[in-house]
Structures are given as C-alpha cells and as structure tokens.
C-alpha cells in the first residue's frame, strides 16, 4: 500500500498545544480492525481517526475511532475533530452533515472554527457508591457532594459520575487499578463539579480501562453528563438547556466544550457537544502494521 496520510488536530480549543489532539488517518479504507486498531495505539493519542465512504443510505461519511486499547461506537473530539477537517478538505460540505458510527447515524454541523456534534441516545444507569468512586481517585468522604447522588448515564457511551465539591477537582488522582473495578463494563470515571449559578462544570475524566489514564478533553463524557445533570433535576425539565465545561486544566491542556440539552418530563432526549479545532501537524505513515 502507498503511505497513507494523517493530520493531528487540537481539538477542544482554540489555541494549538492545548485541547485534546486527535490523529486522523486519511485513505485507510483496505486497512482491518486489527490494523487500525495498532495505529492507535502508535499514536498513543485518547483516540485515532479514520474517516472512511458511508455503509448506509443517508450518512455523508462513515468515522471508525480508536483509543490505544479498544474501538469506540461513539466519541466526542474525533467526531468534531474529523468533520471540521474533512469540510476544510473539501471532501464534506460546510452546514449539517450526517455521520455514520457505532452509535448510529449522528448529525454534526460544521463551520469555519469547529463543529457540533450530536450525542448518541441518552441512557441512564444506576446510582453508585460517591465514597467507593472517589476513594479510587484518592479523595475523602467529605470531598463528595451530598446533595447530587453519583450514578451512571450515557449518550453514545456511558460513564461512572461522582459529584465532588469544587476544590476536590484537582486534588483527584488516578488509582487505575481502583477505578477499573469500580467502574466495570463503563468508558471512565468522570469526577465533577457542577457550578448551578454559572451553568458550568468542571470536569476530568479518568479512563484507564480504555487507554486512556486522563483525558483532556471528553465529548462524550461531556453530553452524558447533561443526561446525568437532567436525570438529577439540575437541568430544566422541558425544553433546551446549556452549559459549558472545562476540562484538561490539571494536564496542561485547558479545553471548553459547550453542551446543549433538549429535556422532555425531566429527562434528557437529546444532546450535543460543540468545540473549536485546530490544526498542528501533518505526515505520512510510511509503514504499516501487518
């Protein structure tokens, strides 16, 4: 096979070097799961991407997405990440677009700085033990919020919650083994702090299970924790809600992602995640994986 070309975005920002990088794999249609999926873990990257021709009728362009250990159905940066690349390419057009991926078909629209994209169907999960969660990521009893129970919802994939007060953010700290068994079967553990006066979250994700010890920036954590905020009644009942949320600071990459919320009854029906991207580096693969 000829070298096949990639780009590495920032995503989730609007300044190079912070954000959350991403890698996207151009031409990789002939390539298999497995080969992809070492791709992936070469980039060493929270996830690689690999836009590739739509399976079904509707979709603009289908998206695989890669952490270093596992394939994902559905992913908040690469979503943005590659739909503001391939509109820039020319190879989508500007506006709304249709993207094919493990959690169906998802609407994203693109313009000149970034993109919007749709969570998957939100789900709600069970609540869970705050004290277990956060003795996993090194914090006290105390450090928990005792008026938001933690628990688990999704919008694409799911994650473990854990309501903490707002200077426990950055004293948590990665447990991988703890997290891992107190989270099974989930993407991550997702430790926040809910501003109800600024509509602001501050948010880190710690995802050992996939790769992924700490992310600096989630979409996908992003719009399950508007499912999660609506399940808690912190969130209008009726009607859109929005909010932003900061991640990525305690890495060094500060991110911003913007969350929309369309709530029925009390419930979350819909969401999206909206973010800037930026450009860092370009190459080729020259070799690859057998």
């Known amino acids: 096979m000829p070298p096949l070309r990639f780009d ?10 912070s ?12 390539l298999t799961t497995a080969q992809m999926q070492a791709i992936a873990a070469e980039f060493a990257l929270s996830e690689t991407a690999f836009p590739l021709p739509p399976t079904v009728a509707g979709a603009d362009y289908r998206l695989r997405i890669f952490t270093p250990l596992r394939e994902l159905p559905y992913a ?3 979503s943005v990440g590659a739909a503001w690349l391939l509109a820039r390419d020319g190879l989508i057009g500007p506006g709304d677009v249709v993207q094919e991926c493990g959690a169906g078909l998802l609407r994203v629209r693109v313009d000149a700085v970034g ?35 933690a628990g688990v919802a999704g919008a694409g994939v ?9 200077d426990a953010v950055a004293r948590a700290e990665l447990d991988a083994a703890a997290v891992i068994a107190a989270t099974p079967g989930l993407t991550g553990l997702a430790v926040v702090a809910f501003d109800r006066e600024a509509w602001k979250a501050h948010l880190r994700m710690f995802g050992p299970a996939v ?36 991640q990525g600071i305690e890495m060094g990459r500060p991110s911003e992602l913007g969350v929309l919320v369309q709530s ?20 080729e693969l020259v070799a690859l994986p057998g």
Do not use: I
């Open 8 to 17: 590495v975005l920032d995503v989730f920002t609007d300044r190079p070097y």
């Open 19 to 30: 954000g959350n990088p991403l890698a996207v794999v151009h031409g990789a249609n002939d």
């Open 76 to 78: 908040g940066h690469p």
């Open 115 to 149: 993109a919007l994209v749709d969570g998957g169907p939100p789900t709600v999960g069970p609540d869970l033990d705050g004290v277990e969660l956060a003795a996993a990521v090194g914090l006290k009893p105390e450090d928990v919020d005792p008026d938001v129970p």
């Open 158 to 166: 799911s994650f473990a919650f854990l309501p903490v007060r707002p």
């Open 211 to 246: 790769g992924v010890p700490e992310d600096p920036a989630t979409g996908s954590a992003a719009v399950a924790l508007g499912v999660f905020l609506a399940a808690r009644g912190l969130l209008g009942a009726e009607g859109q809600s929005g909010f932003l949320v900061e």
């Open 264 to 283: 029925e009854s009390g419930r979350a029906v819909g969401t999206s995640v909206r973010g800037s991207v930026v450009a860092v580096s370009r190459g």
